[in-house]
């Protein structure tokens, strides 16, 4: 069996699917594309974590974790930059829910960044094991920047 982020699972059709897939308006895109709008588009990205969560009008959405590259600060503009990029990128079915900037990625020791514990942040789980993890602050920077978001969209409805 494969590592937690590289199992199957199955979506509410039944189909199955890889957990680093996501479903953006019937048609299946790599969460990694997502990851991919730091290549070339934005010289402001040092690297960015995309994983899928749950939506209820869409079904699932990607989530962005992004680390900016030093002397580029979190903004609006920024955010809605990015935004722009992966949409223009993956066309006009690319449904992002949201970009969280954060200072580091979960990673592993040999720089694999840790899916399974985004998800977890975003799900509000306990990430299990991270005995391999290079830094552990990142969980609490990850958690600390999705909830942020949450309550700057709730400020906002």
């Not at 990205?45 to 899928?52: P, Q, R, S, T």
């Not at 609006?76 to 990128?89: I, K």
């Not at 514990?117 to 993890?133: E, F, N, Q, Y």
Request: aromatic share 4%.
């Amino acid at each position: 069996m494969g590592r937690e982020e590289d199992e199957l699972v199955a979506d509410a059709r039944g189909c199955c699917l890889s957990a680093r897939c996501v479903a953006l308006e019937s048609l299946w895109r790599a969460l990694s594309d997502s990851e991919n709008m730091r290549i070339g588009y934005n010289p402001a990205v040092a690297e960015a974590g995309a994983i899928g969560r749950p939506d209820e009008l869409r079904g699932e959405v990607v989530a962005v974790f992004v680390v900016l590259r030093q002397g580029n600060q979190p903004s609006e503009q920024m955010r809605h930059e990015l935004l722009e990029t992966v949409r223009h990128w993956l066309g006009p079915v690319a449904v992002i829910g949201e970009i969280n900037f954060v200072s580091g990625l979960p990673k592993t020791r040999s720089g694999k960044i840790m899916r399974r514990v985004l998800k977890a942040v975003i799900l509000d789980r306990d990430p299990g094991d991270i005995s391999t993890i290079e830094d552990a602050a990142s969980v609490e920077d990850a958690r600390s920047a999705w909830l942020e978001m949450r309550r700057e969209v709730r400020a906002g409805s």
